[in-house]
């Protein structure tokens, strides 16, 4: 078990490079059930940034991220039922502790536990985060009902399966999501969370969401015109995946000038990994 808060600056490097050998090949079997079936997809978030910046991962970036419209996400993930390889997993809330709004594919026997996040019944493995793209309101009153709707439930799905807060400043409006998530279900909370989500797929809206996102609400947003297939293609180590098209506008709006390097002290492990287990130490064959 390698504790990665342990290593030297000297043994990091070599961790993480054998950490984006496992998401890599993770992000290939996405790639290839997407593809066979004609899927809308693409690279987002830092691994956007990765494709873009340094035509690969990110050097200290510690996961991979891919995100469908929602529709696609919606196939996606009954596709898994007949098409996922064996080696791979489908993790969604409808698995035992774990409650975020997006999917996780995690690679079978492998081992990736995070500070903040709760023990889920399948295990906590090496994994490629997978969020749906919805319709977001066009309108600032609209899109500010919008997002304390779904912040809202996300919150108590979240405090409903125990993750841990990493703001950890109490607020009156964190007590009462607290209280009314204890009063609920995981199903119904779930299911109040997507229909927050979806309330504006069926609309013509200018732009797309990530609902799933980690950064501020409203920065991790899709013109509509840059979902529209077919989306081009970009080198990610070696392997060309899909991106947005206009993915400079994409990644202005997430990080500003984003072709200016981090200083080096907030190059870090951003997902505050615990202990990691590579299973036989080597990543499977693609």
């Given at each position: 078990?390698i504790?990665?808060e ?6 990091y ?5 054998a950490?984006h050998?496992h ?19 693409c ?7 990765g494709?873009?910046?340094?035509r ?7 996961d991979m991220?891919?995100?469908l ?5 919606e196939?996606f993930?009954?596709?898994c039922?007949?098409?996922l390889?064996s ?10 502790g774990?409650g975020?709004p997006?999917a996780?594919?995690?690679?079978k026997g ?6 903040n ?8 493995g090496?994994?490629?985060?997978v969020?749906?793209?919805?319709r977001?309101p066009?309108g ?5 009902l919008y997002?304390?709707?779904?912040l809202?439930?996300r919150y108590?799905l979240l405090?409903k ?6 703001n ?6 964190k007590r009462?999501?607290s209280?009314?998530a ?6 119904f909370?779930?299911k109040k969370m997507d ?5 504006f ?5 200018a732009c797309?969401?990530n609902?799933?996102t980690?950064?501020?609400f409203g920065?991790?947003?899709?013109a ?7 989306l ?10 899909r991106?947005?098209?206009h ?6 709006q997430l990080?500003?000038d984003?072709?200016?390097l981090?200083?080096?002290?907030q190059r870090y492990?951003?997902?505050g990994?615990v ?5 036989d ?6």
């Open positions: 078990m504790r990665p342990e290593l030297s600056p000297g043994e490097p070599a961790f993480l490079e950490l050998g998401l890599l090949v993770i992000a290939v079997e996405i790639r290839r059930i997407c593809d066979a079936h004609g899927l809308v997809y690279l987002v978030g830092g691994s956007l940034l494709a873009v910046r340094h690969g991962f990110i050097p200290w970036d510690d991220d891919i995100g419209p929602r529709e696609d996400y196939r993930l009954r596709l039922g007949t098409e390889g080696a791979f997993e489908l993790v969604t809330t409808r698995n035992g774990y975020l997006f996780k594919i995690m690679l492998t081992v990736f536990r995070e500070r996040a709760p023990q889920y019944d399948c295990g906590n090496i994994y490629v985060d969020f749906p793209l919805d977001i066009d600032g009153l609209a899109r500010k997002q304390l709707n779904t809202f439930f108590a405090k399966c125990g993750y841990r807060d990493t950890p400043r109490v607020t009156l409006w009462f999501v209280v009314y204890r009063c609920h279900s995981k199903r909370l779930a229909r927050s989500a979806t309330a797929n069926g609309r013509r809206t797309y969401f609902t799933g980690a950064y501020p920065r991790e947003v899709f509509e015109e840059s979902l529209a297939a077919p081009p293609e970009l080198p990610f180590e070696g392997i060309m995946f991106v947005p098209r993915a400079d506008a994409v990644l202005r990080y500003g984003y072709m200016v981090p200083p080096e002290d492990n951003r997902h990994i202990n990691v287990d590579f299973g130490g080597e990543a499977p064959e693609e």
